[in-house]
């Protein structure tokens, strides 16, 4: 198993020690199915927030709620493998619900990064509560337009 991909007990360790060296830990959040140029842009800018990226991943199961059947196209180990090998992120960990309270309830971040096809009042009231509860900060990062997985499958589908 890679290093870089984290249990989320082992997510809260890892997130402990870093914040007990004063390092800021910055957290964000997505499905990462087919990797692409927008998605690289954007974990790097992510990164560019605090001294260490985690990454939480949705898993397999959630990703077919949230995105509906035929997805994901990766499993979801193989999607945190790719996202592992990335420069921009120290950790990814898996977490099996839609919504990544349960994830971001170990990384406790000190920023918690989004997508600019998010707002600060769009987010998900409990993901919202449990940011409040560490005094994270949010920060959204600018969408990079023409770059989305589900266009991209659009275009690669049957012709």
């Given at each position: ?149 589900s266009e991209l499958l659009t ?5």
């Amino acid at each position: 198993m890679n290093s870089k991909i984290l249990t989320l007990d082992q997510l809260r360790a890892e997130s402990a020690r870093l914040r007990a060296e004063g390092r800021r830990v910055v957290a964000t959040n997505g499905c990462f199915d087919i990797l692409h140029v927008g998605h690289v842009r954007y974990l790097a800018a992510a990164r560019k927030l605090g001294d260490a990226l985690v990454v939480g991943l949705n898993g397999d199961d959630s990703v077919r709620q949230l995105k509906g059947e035929g997805r994901p196209v990766n499993r979801e180990r193989d999607r945190a493998e790719v996202l592992a090998a990335l420069e921009s992120v120290d950790y990814v960990t898996i977490f099996p619900e839609k919504r990544a309270t349960n994830f971001l309830r170990p990384a406790q971040p000190a920023v918690y990064a989004k997508g600019g096809d998010y707002t600060s009042d769009t987010l998900d009231s409990e993901e919202r509560a449990v940011l409040d509860e560490f005094g994270t900060r949010i920060e959204i990062i600018p969408f990079e337009k023409g770059y989305s997985t589900s266009e991209l499958l659009t275009r690669i589908g049957p012709k």
